[in-house]
Structure formats: C-alpha cells, structure tokens
C-alpha cells in the first residue's frame, strides 16, 4: 500500500510540473509548450524509482549501466577479434605440414632427414617439430631485422613450409636436448618473441662473440599445432628456466 502511494504521489507530481511547464510556455506557443512538458514528462521518467533489493534505483540509473555492459562486451569482443587475427597470422608462417623424406632414427625422440634444399634437417617426435641446422645469414656482422628474417626462412625449400621459430618452439628445441645433436656453431642466433594479448611481435637476439648470425628455421610435423606454439603453450617454469639458461655462460649445454 505504501509503495502504491509513493508511487501514485510521484504520478501526480510529474503530472502536476508537466501541466505547470505548458501553462508557463503556453505564451510561446501551444508547440513550443506542448514540447517542454512533454520533455519534462520524459526527464522525471528516467528517475522514476523502481524497487530492487529492498531499496530503490532509477531508470536512468538502469540505462546507463546496461549501456556500461554493453560497452564492456563490445570492446571485448573486439578483443577478442584482434587476438583471432593475430593468432591466423601466426597459423600463417606455415603452408601445412611439411612432407617428411625418409628419416633417419638418431634417438627415441629425435630423427634426421635430409631436406628439400639438401640441409640436414632434425624432427622432433615430441613436440612434433621438423628442424634445420643453424643456417648463417647473408649479411653477417648485425642480425636481420624481423622481416628479413621471416622471409630468410620462407624462402627455405620447400618455400612456405619453414618459419622463423617463436622463443616457445627454441625452448621445446632446448628441452628437447636439439643442441646436443645440433649445436649452435658459434654463431648468434635470432627469434620471434609473440605476444597474443598484446598483438605483438618482436625479434629477439643473442649476440655472438664473433658477430656472426644464423637462423634455425622451423617446421611443423604430425601432431603440431597448425598455428606452431606460443609462450601460452610452455608451463611458466619451463619458460623461466630457458630464459634463465639463456643469459648464463655456457648456454645452450646444461
């Protein structure tokens, strides 16, 4: 009962202010007073107050946080669209799995090959990983930039298949034991670091003692991720531990 004639006084209230606009305005113009306390109507409406909880909250209070919600979900959606296109971007460093010549058995877990333009390529049952030798770089002295160095290994044979290796394939490459079968000549090596929540890629490098530089391309094989892996792949200790090893003397042994 309370409730209806709260609401019943705030009813004639809106009323009662809407007639008293029209008659103060009327002077200008039955149009023009017609339009003041018909918006007058519609700004005491968006705080007509409404139960909830035991309390009260207002239509326009109702408005703005639905439109608060709507906003949130856009921008995540938004997002979440960025960070599809660029894990596609990623999926696209790859044609498909490569074709794998007859292997060679060199441990449980490790296999070589010879491939398509003669290197001596190196497969990871594993992670599912094809891998070449380290391959120096045209110019020597300074590494590629990220471009560059992309392109170096696209252009490998068979062209498309291999891509520079993301910072969480080397580290599969590092657990894996690959620098003992494959070590890495002295030379200073370059990376793709990717970061899907940011959308970002950066190159990474190790410098060398004698300012050479080489790539290890990689490749996808059975049971690889068609996108290859990413920093969200490798559990958090794993990752710590490579780039620990990293930056200590001796690396990659140990």
């Known amino acids: 009962m309370f409730i209806l004639i709260f609401y019943g006084i705030y009813f004639l209230i809106v009323i009662a202010v809407a007639v008293s606009i029209f008659r103060w305005m009327k002077k200008r113009g039955t149009g023009v007073a017609l339009l003041a306390s018909g918006l007058s109507v519609v700004l005491l409406s968006l705080f007509y107050p409404i139960p909830i909880h035991g309390g009260f909250t207002f239509l326009v209070?109702?408005?703005?946080s639905e439109l608060r919600t709507e906003r949130t979900r856009i921008e995540h959606m938004v997002k979440e669209e960025r960070k599809e296109a660029f894990r596609e971007k990623l999926a696209a460093r790859f044609r498909g799995p490569l074709?794998?010549?007859?292997?060679?058995?060199v441990t449980?877990?490790?296999s070589s090959f010879r491939t398509a333009g003669g290197a001596r390529g190196w497969y990871d049952a594993q992670a599912g990983l094809a891998w070449t030798d380290m391959l120096p770089l045209e110019r020597t002295g300074a590494p590629h930039d990220l471009d560059r160095a992309k392109a170096y290994c696209a252009a490998q044979e068979p062209r498309g298949f291999w891509a520079?290796?993301?910072e969480a394939e080397l580290s599969l490459f590092w657990k894996a034991g690959g620098y003992r079968l494959s070590p890495l000549g002295g030379y200073g090596t370059?990376?793709?670091?990717?970061?899907i929540d940011l959308q970002t890629e950066l190159l990474?490098?190790?410098?060398s003692r004698n300012g050479t530089y080489a790539v290890r391309?990689?490749?996808?094989?059975?049971?690889?991720?068609?996108a290859g892996y990413s920093k969200k792949d490798i559990p958090l200790e794993e990752w710590n531990a490579y780039q620990l090893r990293k930056t200590m003397p001796g690396f990659p042994d140990g």
Do not use: H, N, S
């Not at 209070?61 to 703005?64: D, P, Q, T, V």
């Open 61 to 64: 209070e109702i408005m703005l």
């Open 99 to 105: 074709a794998f010549p007859v292997r060679e058995k």
């Open 108 to 110: 449980e877990q490790w």
């Open 164 to 166: 520079l290796p993301t």
């Open 190 to 195: 370059i990376g793709l670091l990717e970061d």
């Open 204 to 207: 990474t490098i190790r410098i």
């Open 217 to 226: 391309c990689v490749a996808l094989g059975p049971g690889a991720p068609a």
